[in-house]
Nanobody, 118 residues
Framework: QVQLLESGGGLVQAGGSLRLSCTASESILRPDYMRWYRQAPGKQRELVAQITASGYITYADTVKGRSTISGDNAKITVNLQMNSLKPEDTAVYYC????????????WGQGTQVTVSS
């Protein structure tokens, strides 16, 4: 079973930075989308940032201007650099890789905790 392995979460003070990384545990077909989601306690999971196979990037309004997603579609890696962190960024962050054409899949990471203290 393919796993997406996340790293880089932790505890940081408000205004600080973190870099989350995600990579696949084995070789898989190139994804069409690589994403970062987050879920705060008592809230629904929300999309934070997405990068497509062609390199098109979108961000949630809540992180736009403070976060940068980058990835290597061939190596199945995706990173999320988060700056100027706020307490409301506290959540479990999940990596997602999806392929919607032949050989489709939708893989998730186990989640990494990000806690921002005020």
């Amino acid at each position: 079973q393919v796993q997406l392995l996340e790293s880089g979460g932790g505890l940081v003070q408000a205004g600080g930075s973190l870099r989350l990384s995600c990579t696949a545990s084995e070789s898989i077909l190139r994804p069409d989308y690589m994403r970062w989601y987050r879920q705060a306690p008592g809230k629904q999971r929300e999309l934070v940032a997405q990068i497509t196979a062609s390199g098109y990037i979108t961000y949630a309004d809540t992180v736009k201007g403070r976060s940068t997603i980058s990835g290597d579609n061939a190596k199945i890696t995706v990173n999320l650099q988060m700056n100027s962190l706020k307490p409301e960024d506290t959540a479990v962050y999940y990596c997602n890789a999806q392929r919607i054409v032949a050989g489709r899949y939708n893989y998730w990471g186990q989640g990494t905790q990000v806690t921002v203290s005020s």
